[in-house]
């Protein structure tokens, strides 16, 4: 049972545009969702969190959207850097974090 | 500061003999604490989660078990390996939502 799904493997994004990943989910216990961002042979680092109460929060270049009817939140990223260029794992939480397969995003110039 | 830290950081070891990853943390008390698995190509799975000492919860049926001896040290372990059980394996830890923070991994290899 995927709670958490992100049906995008990858994403190819220019450099200085935005970077839109998206995640669904089925769990409606979760009272938070979170961004990570991974790179190959390393732990997961947090970027981003919103709670399920809010829509929206912003941190710089990453924002996070979460529209609750439609359980789905989407992470932006403006503008897009080659830096970015890892996988992105989306997760909700409430005692335990149920992370998505990921998406791989490229950022190329 | 807190700090997480798992060892070993790459592991070899052949189809039926055990296995012991440990995880510890520093600097916080009565963390929650967690062991994901990233198969090859595949999401985080979460296999282990605890909110205090010997207190376990598993969420996949498996070849695998976790125990938690002191509050901030965390044990995965198996008696006979199984190829199926290679993978890149997670600790991470938590306090209060939302975030929880990851350890540098370890990667299994059975052969």
């Known amino acids: 049972d995927q709670q958490v799904k992100q049906n995008s493997p990858s994403l190819s994004v220019q450099e200085g545009r935005i970077s839109i990943l998206n995640c669904d989910y089925t769990?409606?216990?979760?009272?938070?969702f979170l961004w990570y961002k991974k790179y190959p042979a390393e732990g997961p680092t947090f970027l981003i969190s919103?709670?399920?109460?809010?829509d929206k929060n912003e941190d710089g270049r990453f924002t996070v959207f979460l529209n609750k009817s439609a359980k789905h939140l989407s992470l932006h990223i403006v503008p897009s850097q080659p830096g970015d260029s890892a996988v992105y794992f989306c997760?909700?939480?409430?005692?335990?974090?149920?992370f998505g397969a990921g998406t791989r995003l490229a950022v190329h110039p | 500061s807190q700090t997480i830290h798992q060892w070993p950081a790459t592991l070899v070891q052949p189809v039926g003999s055990p296995l012991s990853l440990e995880c510890t943390v520093e600097?916080?008390?009565?963390?929650?604490l967690y062991w994901y698995r990233q198969a090859a190509g595949r999401g985080l799975q979460l296999l282990f989660y605890?909110?205090?000492?010997?207190?376990i919860s598993s969420e996949v049926p498996q070849n695998l078990s976790a125990s938690r001896p002191q509050d901030r040290q965390f044990i995965l372990s198996s008696k006979k390996l199984l190829l199926s059980d290679s993978g890149f394996y997670l600790c991470?830890?938590?306090?209060?939502?939302?975030?929880?923070?990851f350890g540098q991994g370890t990667r299994l290899t059975v052969v």
């Open positions: 991470a830890w938590s306090v209060q939502p939302p975030e929880a923070f």
């Open positions: 919103i709670s399920s109460i809010k």
């Open positions: 997760a909700g939480g409430y005692n335990k974090l149920i």
């Open positions: 769990n409606s216990m979760f009272d938070y």
């Open positions: 600097g916080t008390s009565n963390p929650n």
């Open positions: 605890s909110v205090g000492i010997g207190q």
